[in-house]
């Protein structure tokens, strides 16, 4: 199940509408800080919660459109049909659209006040109700209890860069930790020790001399007196039937002994974040474990902010494993800052936006596929197109590439090819230099001489390329190796390796 689509209106620091193309695995949101990316995170509890008590939906609102309606819209697709009938609400059915194969819900929140006939009657739509497009009458409509339903029928985890641990650290059945415990408490339930528990329970409320039932009965005899004057004659008991082992998990209580003891909830941020993840990379294993355990049907969403924070490199690595577990059954949305991370998702099961910010307005803009190389992706190469940051190591990857494939392993094979094939010419001097005092000038592309001055940092007779330079020199090269002139030739270098 993935949350294909999400459409931004007005929202926060959004200014106008926004599409994010989201049916990937894993989705990334990287750029500056508060250039936006924690902001789609928050548009999806606003879509399922609303806006808090301490909220009004002036909050939400971008700030220089305060005069226009707010919204947040997405599309969710997967088995839609069979997850709702395993919860039950078979009355939301119609709302699916199967197209091509593809089954697909579109939810909405909105800040404009209207209504719509949904069948005999007529229904107010506003901020404080989720609503669902019908297609049949091509409008998005409030069918009763739907609003109740949406937290059955999907559920978010979100991990955030500065949060309290409450979501991840509930016991409930539906929640992450709940789910883990269900197994346990499974077999509990047949243990002796859950059986000499109800014994205990039958003796303290029902059976035993001093029972709650004993103690009670002339409380029941009151009520049973008082009702025969209100009714008639009529018998009235107290039954205290025992409660569900689930009932007793409810009310669990995490306690972290970190050199000092207390309950999660007390312990600082990063100790939160810590717990989060470990429960995370347990949910991951228990993935791997129980492929098809009917719980794991529930379409579940994790929302990661910043999963590098305070984690060294090989914690890095094993939240990236249980990452890449958890997207193999459930879509999982992350933040980041980190190249590291992002090297070890770069591939066709993810998406990743870039958010920046563009006339006070932030725009979220889809990455190119990083797969410039048949090695693809390397840092460096992340590094530009995701954080637009032009590097020497870039640099020198695409020449190295470039001269791999074409067979021109010097310079001048290396500006012949790319003047005779992509027409770039050869309009830079470099000063050789040839040893006590001599010199020789040499007519170079653009590329060569930025390559030159990198291998040759001990050279004083030329200039230092620019920063606009290296920018231009980089955007030719991976022009070149995305024709169709280089991609011919690398099919053929190719056929002859394997060969």
């Not at 002036?58 to 226009?68: E, P, Q």
């Not at 739907?146 to 059955?152: E, S």
Request: charged share 20%.
């Amino acid at each position: 199940m993935k949350i294909s689509k999400i459409i931004l209106e007005n929202f926060k620091a959004f200014a106008g509408r926004h599409e994010l193309d989201t049916n990937k695995p894993v989705v990334f949101l990287v750029g500056e800080n508060n250039t936006g990316k924690t902001t789609v995170f928050k548009a999806i509890d606003f879509l399922r919660s609303g806006a808090p008590r301490d909220k009004t939906i002036d909050d939400y609102k971008n700030a220089n459109h305060k005069d226009k309606h707010v919204s947040v819209t997405i599309e969710i697709e997967g088995n839609l049909e069979q997850s709702i009938e395993n919860f039950s609400e078979v009355k939301y059915l119609p709302y699916v659209v199967t197209d091509d194969g593809t089954q697909r819900i579109t939810l909405k929140r909105t800040s404009e006040e209207y209504s719509v006939q949904q069948g005999k009657k007529s229904v107010d739509i506003n901020i404080r109700k989720i609503t669902v497009y019908n297609s049949v009458t091509d409008q998005f409509e409030n069918p009763t209890g739907f609003d109740k339903a949406i937290n059955t029928l999907f559920e978010v985890v979100s991990i955030w860069s500065d949060m309290d641990a409450s979501e991840l650290t509930d016991f409930g059945s539906t929640k992450t930790l709940g789910k883990l415990l269900k197994d346990v408490c499974n077999n509990f339930e047949t243990s002796s020790n859950w059986n000499n528990f109800l014994d205990a329970h039958n003796v303290a409320f029902t059976t035993g001399e001093d029972s709650l039932l004993k103690q009670s009965q002339h409380l029941v005899n009151d009520i049973q007196k008082s009702l025969g004057e209100f009714y008639g004659e009529a018998t009235v008991s107290f039954d205290f039937k025992p409660p569900e082992p689930s009932s007793f998990v409810k009310l669990g209580d995490i306690i972290v002994n970190d050199g000092i003891e207390t309950n999660i909830s007390e312990k600082g941020s990063g100790m939160q974040r810590a717990f989060a993840l470990a429960v995370m990379k347990v949910y991951a294993d228990f993935l791997v474990k129980h492929p098809s355990n009917a719980d794991l049907k529930k379409p579940l969403f994790f929302f990661i902010d910043e999963p590098e924070i305070s984690l060294h490199p090989r914690a890095q690595m094993t939240l990236i494993k249980s990452i890449i577990t958890i997207s193999e059954h459930q879509q999982v949305f992350l933040t980041t800052h980190s190249p590291f991370l992002l090297k070890h998702f770069a591939s066709n099961d993810i998406c990743t936006y870039m958010t920046k910010k563009n006339n006070q307005s932030a725009q979220a803009n889809l990455v190119e596929s990083m797969q410039t190389f048949s090695f693809s992706p390397t840092l460096a190469e992340i590094n530009y197109f995701t954080y637009e940051i032009c590097s020497t190591d870039f640099h020198n990857e695409l020449y190295g590439y470039i001269s791999d494939i074409t067979n021109s392993n010097m310079a001048k094979k290396f500006d012949q090819w790319v003047e005779r094939e992509h027409s770039i010419i050869q309009d830079m001097v470099w000063i050789k230099d040839n040893g006590n005092g001599r010199t020789n000038p040499i007519n170079l592309t653009l590329m060569s001489y930025i390559r030159h001055s990198i291998h040759h940092p001990e050279n004083t007779y030329n200039r230092a390329y620019t920063e606009e330079e290296i920018q231009t020199s980089t955007q030719k090269m991976v022009s070149i190796i995305n024709s169709n002139t280089f991609q011919t030739l690398l099919s053929v270098y190719r056929s002859s390796a394997i060969v």
